[in-house]
C-alpha cells in the first residue's frame, strides 16, 4: 500500500492544478467495524465512512505493511517498506529513524502547506527542546500532535504523568491539560478544520492521523451509556469502542463537509485507511478475518482502504483485486 499511495503522488506532481491531499489515518479500527462492510456486526454504523466508500473507490483488499502502528506509519510517511530503515515493531518506530530521511512533506513541491494532526509514533521527544524527530524537523510546516507513544488519554492533552507521559504540541509548543477540556478525538477533528480554513486558497498536504480507537478505552460517559442502553447483551469495553468509534466516523463527516464547504472536495485526493487489524484486547472486529493486530494473517494486516479523488476517478466502485 506505502508503494501505491506513492504512485498516486506522483501523479499529483505531474497535475497542472495541484490537488489538495489529505490522508486519514485510524488506529486499531477493526475490518468489520465500519458498517460499509456487508460483514459488519449489527451494533457498527459508520454512516460518513460509507459515505466515502461510496463516494469513492474501496478497495476490499488492501493490506498494510506494518500489524502494529508504528512500521505502517512509517512506511507511508516513507513511501517504502520501513524495514529497511530497522522498523519491525512499535518500539522500533517509536524511537524514531534517521532524522535526515526524508518523508513525504519534503517532497512536496513549495507551494503546499502541510500539517499532521493526531498521533505520530514516528520517534519520541526524549531530546525536547531539541526535538529532533518532531514533524517540524521532517518537513511538515504545522502541527498539532503527541510523539512517539502508542496510546493517549482522551481527556487529558498531556496524558498521564510516568511512563505514559505523552504532551500534545501544537508546533514545538507543549500544551497543558488547562488549555483544552473536551475528547480528544474531537479536537483533533477540531484542529484538522482550521487547517483547512487556514489554507483552502493553495494547496494543502493534511495527515490526520487519529489515535481512535487505540486504548485506553475512554469516550464520553453519556456515549457510553447510550451504547449500553442500545445494545444491552454487549461487554462494557465493546460499547466504550462503539462509542469510541462514533466519535472517529463523526470526525471523518465533519472533514469530508468541510472540503466540500470550501470547494475544494473535487480536487482533494484523499485517502482513508486503518494502520493495522482492530485489536483483541479492544475488543474489535475483524469479521471473518483470522487473528487481530500484531499477526500477520489478515485479521492483523488487512485494512478498509478508501481513494476518493472526484475530478480523477470515478467514484461508487469496489475493487477486489488485492
Not at 492544478?17 to 477493526?30: E, F, M, R, S
Not at 526535538?131 to 481527556?155: I, P
Request: proline share 6%; with cysteine; net charge positive.
Amino acid at each position: 500500500m506505502s508503494l501505491m499511495i506513492t504512485i498516486l503522488f506522483g501523479l499529483v506532481f505531474a497535475e497542472a492544478k495541484p490537488p489538495n491531499v489529505v490522508v486519514i489515518l485510524t488506529d486499531d479500527q477493526g475490518y468489520a467495524d465500519i458498517s460499509f462492510n456487508p460483514d459488519h456486526p449489527k451494533e457498527v454504523a459508520t454512516p460518513h465512512m460509507d459515505a466515502l466508500a461510496r463516494e469513492g473507490v474501496f478497495f476490499s483488499q488492501a493490506y498494510t505493511s506494518g500489524a502494529v502502528c508504528s512500521p505502517t506509519r512509517a512506511g507511508l510517511m516513507l513511501g517504502l517498506y520501513q524495514q529497511r530503515m530497522g522498523i519491525y515493531t512499535a518500539g522500533d518506530g517509536g524511537r524514531g529513524f534517521n532524522p535526515q530521511t526524508k518523508i513525504f512533506p519534503s517532497f512536496l513541491p513549495n507551494d503546499y502547506t502541510s500539517m499532521v494532526v493526531g498521533k505520530w509514533h514516528m520517534g519520541l521527544d526524549t531530546d525536547y527542546p531539541k526535538l529532533s524527530m518532531h514533524a517540524l524537523n521532517r518537513g511538515f510546516d504545522e502541527c498539532y500532535k503527541f510523539m512517539g507513544r502508542g496510546g493517549h488519554d482522551y481527556f487529558k492533552l498531556q496524558g498521564v504523568k510516568g511512563t505514559d507521559y505523552a504532551p500534545i504540541y501544537r508546533n514545538k509548543t507543549r500544551l497543558k491539560d488547562s488549555d483544552y477540556s473536551g475528547y480528544l478525538t474531537t479536537r483533533f477533528t477540531e484542529e484538522a478544520v482550521a487547517f483547512i480554513d487556514r489554507h483552502e486558497q493553495k494547496p494543502f498536504f493534511l495527515y490526520l492521523a487519529y489515535n481512535a480507537v487505540h486504548s485506553p478505552a475512554q469516550a464520553p460517559k453519556d456515549d457510553i451509556e447510550r451504547m449500553q442502553k442500545r445494545f444491552p447483551h454487549l461487554d462494557k469495553k465493546r460499547a466504550i469502542l462503539l462509542a469510541m468509534l462514533e466519535h472517529l466516523d463523526n470526525g471523518v463527516g465533519t472533514v469530508m463537509n468541510k472540503l466540500k464547504a470550501e470547494g475544494v472536495w473535487e480536487n482533494t485526493l484523499l485517502f482513508f485507511l486503518t494502520d493495522n487489524g482492530g485489536s483483541k484486547a479492544m475488543q474489535a472486529n475483524n469479521g471473518r478475518l483470522r487473528a487481530f493486530k500484531g499477526s500477520l494473517y489478515e485479521g492483523g494486516i488487512r485494512t478498509p482502504w478508501i481513494v476518493s479523488w472526484p475530478a480523477k476517478f470515478k467514484g461508487g466502485r469496489t475493487l477486489d483485486q488485492p
